[in-house]
């Protein structure tokens, strides 16, 4: 099993775990929780945060979410089980987990499709829940966090 290479930050200072969790909390009032678990799936599968990967299938399940979508969010491109808004969601969540993958991180026609979907205050809450979860999952890789280590 992995070994963590020090106690997770959040836990080091707590105030951090207040403000990523209130965050968190935040972005669950503008937006359904089916697709921010998707939007976190996406964003940790690209990340390789298998904390995330482990844990948000789990939440999303609680919330409705069916195995066929779970199981085929990586290739939803190429599946007919995401709507209209959700694939806006996800190609919106790729862009900015992987920001240094093209010369225009966030183009005009990934923007474009969001806000065709979304009003402004459930935009900003999908910003924020996509810069929330790679927060998370840029503080479990880099400190290792194992699979399992919190249950709640």
Known sequence: MMQAR????VM???DALKLLQSLG???H???PEKLLELVHLRASQINGCSVCVDMHPKIARK???TDERLFTVAAWRDTPYFTEAERSALALTEAMTRLS???DPVPDEIWDDA???YDETELANLLLAISAINVWNRLN???RQPVGAWKG
Do not use: I, N, S, W
């Open 25 to 27: 909390a935040l972005t």
């Open 12 to 14: 080091v200072v707590p």
């Open 141 to 143: 890789v880099a400190v």
């Open 29 to 31: 009032q503008g937006l």
């Open 115 to 117: 806000a065709k979907h």
């Open 101 to 103: 993958d093209r010369a």
């Open 63 to 65: 919330a409705g979410e």
């Open 6 to 9: 020090m106690k997770h930050p």
